[in-house]
């Protein structure tokens, strides 16, 4: 192969105030990264797989990036070159032992498959369910929580329940959020119209709490 490897490579009730530039920071901002806007037409490179890391995050992450990466490439085998070149380490070593001796490379399609099936663990589908059940919206804003959510969600796939994941999206949400919009939600509303009116409740929220004096206990507790 002619390519060069590029070496690059949640929570109790709180009192919701307006955020200042919030971060995401989770077990699953990998694939969040990987989706960075492309200026000037350039397309990002993807990040190099070691495959020190295999949770189904990182795994997708990479197989996302290199899917974009090669997009608009014809040639099948060319494309599994560049996927190639952005393996190292035990990854790089498997893909040799794997395809050294063979008269042609597989098909892209193919080649992803055989990864993942490779490289993701087998209780990766039990972890992300737990990480489901566990993810609360914190001191983020609604938008931030539910962005974790629709990834965690699209990782487990179709086979998760749908009134179990509508559940879940509520049961996340801040308190004084779930206490609006809970008892609003529709069974067949998804999760975007969900976010979308647990982002107006979060507001809502943010605004009262701005104009409530703050001194207000201590000053009572005085009188």
């Known amino acids: 192969m002619t390519r060069q490897i590029n070496s690059n ?19 699953h901002t990998s694939i969040i990264a ?3 806007p492309m200026t000037n037409a350039k397309k990002a490179k993807p990040p190099v797989f070691t495959g ?18 090669v997009r608009g490439e014809e040639n099948e ?15 790089k070593t498997w893909f040799v032992g794997k395809y050294a001796l063979l ?17 993701s663990r087998m209780d990766d589908a039990r972890q992300l369910r737990v ?10 804003n609604v938008l931030e929580y539910s962005a974790e959510f629709q990834l965690i ?19 996340g949400l801040h308190d004084d959020v ?6 609003n939600i529709d069974p067949e509303d998804t999760i975007d119209q969900m976010t979308s009116r647990a982002e107006r409740a979060y507001e809502f929220v943010v605004r009262e709490n701005a104009h409530r004096p703050r001194n207000s206990s201590k000053d009572s507790s005085r009188a």
């Not at 490579?9 to 077990?27: D, G, K, Q, R, V």
């Not at 020190?52 to 990466?69: A, P, Q, R």
């Not at 008269?103 to 490289?119: G, H, M, R, S, V």
């Not at 969600?153 to 049961?171: L, N, S, Y």
């Open 9 to 27: 490579t949640a929570t109790a009730s709180h009192t919701i105030s307006a955020p200042s530039s919030p971060t995401i920071s989770s077990p």
């Open 34 to 36: 990987s989706i960075a």
């Open 52 to 69: 020190e890391d295999c949770s189904l995050s990182s795994v997708n992450g990479w197989i996302f990036s290199i899917k974009s990466y």
């Open 77 to 91: 085998e060319e494309k599994v070159e560049i996927a190639a070149s952005y393996l190292s380490g035990v990854a």
């Open 103 to 119: 008269n042609a490379l597989p098909p892209f399609a193919e080649f992803i498959d055989t990864f993942k099936a490779q490289f």
């Open 131 to 140: 990480s489901l059940e566990c993810i609360r919206q914190g001191t983020r």
């Open 153 to 171: 969600h699209a990782q487990i796939g179709p086979t998760a329940d749908p009134v179990w994941v509508h559940h879940r999206f509520i049961e």
């Open 178 to 183: 779930r206490k609006i919009v809970g008892p």
